[in-house]
Nanobody, 114 residues
Framework: QVQLVESGGGLVQPGGYPRLSCVAS????????MGWYRQAPGKPRELVAR???????YYGNSVKGRFTISRDAAKNTMYLQMNSLKPDDAAVYYC????????WGQGTQVTVSS
């Protein structure tokens, strides 16, 4: 079973530009379509960005033009570069396959506050 470990979150000011990382326990990023999801308190989990196994990307409207998803297959790592952060971006961010595996990592909390 693949294990996914997210990191890179924290307290960020509005307009900030954190980079999230997702490290997998196996070589999956060039095999599967993968995504970054987020879940804010009281809201359902939302898929915000995806990267297809061929490398093309797709973004949700809420982050398009501000977030960039990428991967380094050799490092078994996927990234989410977040720019122009807004308060509405505050959430726990997770990585997973699309469609998702049943097992989720612990996520990484992004808090947006001045």
């Amino acid at each position: 079973q693949v294990q996914l470990v997210e990191s890179g979150g924290g307290l960020v000011q509005p307009g900030g530009y954190p980079r999230l990382s997702c490290v997998a326990s196996g070589r999956i990023f060039s095999t599967y379509t993968m995504g970054w999801y987020r879940q804010a308190p009281g809201k359902p989990r939302e898929l915000v960005a995806r990267i297809f196994h061929g490398g093309s990307t797709y973004y949700g409207n809420s982050v398009k033009g501000r977030f960039t998803i990428s991967r380094d297959a050799a490092k078994n790592t996927m990234y989410l570069q977040m720019n122009s952060l807004k308060p509405d971006d505050a959430a726990v961010y997770y990585c997973n396959r699309i469609p998702n595996w049943d097992s989720w990592g612990q996520g990484t909390q992004v808090t947006v506050s001045s």
